[in-house]
């Protein structure tokens, strides 16, 4: 069972598992009862979470009901303590909208919630980041999490979200970033899915970046905060949570 559960992580893209999730959560809830891990953002309880990765999987990273990755149960703890994003009347964009997040976004009564994608069936505006099709200053708030890796232009579509983001809106714009990387490394002429793999760490990635993403999204006009959240928070929490060391790029349009 072990074996076929890594096996479906491993090759099977999670937005097909999204579908299908409601079947299999009984089963996993047997599998991984427990009270040793809790997700803030189900706030269901397991003995631990799920393995999960493309290359290499890592242990206690996927919620077993709700999907959430480690980065997500950041992101909800850091939504819930340092914004006023669950009480706060706003326009939210939120580009590629992560399972787990969804349908709680979609409950909040005072948000104004537009989800957008080039492919996902989650998502209510079929949409490429690089043209997004709103107006100037249309939201308040955009999210868009591990998507600019994938995309051609990634400067346009940064240009593009601070275009459409309102003068005092602020978003959170995550990727992934190696810590080992000072500098971003990208080359257009690799286009071979095993390439991808090779250089960039997953074949559907154009590109790796390293410490400069934040200065990335600035010169699209940003201010950038650059938050390692999961020191700001007590080791026991951080465990409880299965969290681990990403930083949050909450970005702002002055
Ligand atoms: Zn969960």
Avoid at 149 to 169: N, S
């Amino acid at each position: 069972m072990k074996k076929l559960i890594r096996f479906v992580l491993r090759y099977v893209p999670r937005k097909y598992i999204q579908r299908v999730v409601h079947f299999c959560t009984p089963v996993m809830g047997l599998l991984y009862a427990g009270r040793g891990v809790e997700c803030p953002v189900c706030g269901r309880r397991y003995r631990k979470f799920m393995p999960y990765g493309y290359v290499r999987p890592r242990e206690n990273a996927l919620c077993p009901h709700c999907l959430a990755l480690e980065r997500h149960r950041l992101l909800w703890l850091f939504l819930q303590n340092e914004t006023d994003f669950f009480d706060a009347p706003a326009r939210l964009l939120h580009v590629a909208p992560e399972y787990c997040f969804i349908k709680r976004f979609e409950r909040l009564p005072r948000l104004d919630y537009v989800t957008a994608d080039l492919e996902s069936p989650l998502a209510k505006v079929k949409m490429d980041i690089q043209r997004i099709p709103f107006p100037d200053d249309a939201f308040d708030i955009v999210f868009c999490n591990h998507i600019l890796e994938h995309v051609d232009d990634d400067r346009l579509a940064m240009r593009e979200m601070f275009r459409v983001m309102r003068p005092d809106g602020w978003g959170i714009m995550l990727s992934p970033v190696n810590p080992a990387r000072r500098t971003t490394y990208e080359d257009p002429a690799i286009t071979d899915p095993a390439e991808r793999e090779a250089h960039f760490g997953q074949k559907d990635h154009l590109r790796d970046y390293g410490l400069d993403y934040g200065k990335r999204l600035a010169e699209a006009g940003f201010e950038v905060d650059e938050i390692d959240y999961v020191r700001y928070l007590d080791p026991e929490a951080a465990k409880l949570y299965g969290l681990r060391s990403e930083i949050v790029y909450r970005v702002r349009k002055a």
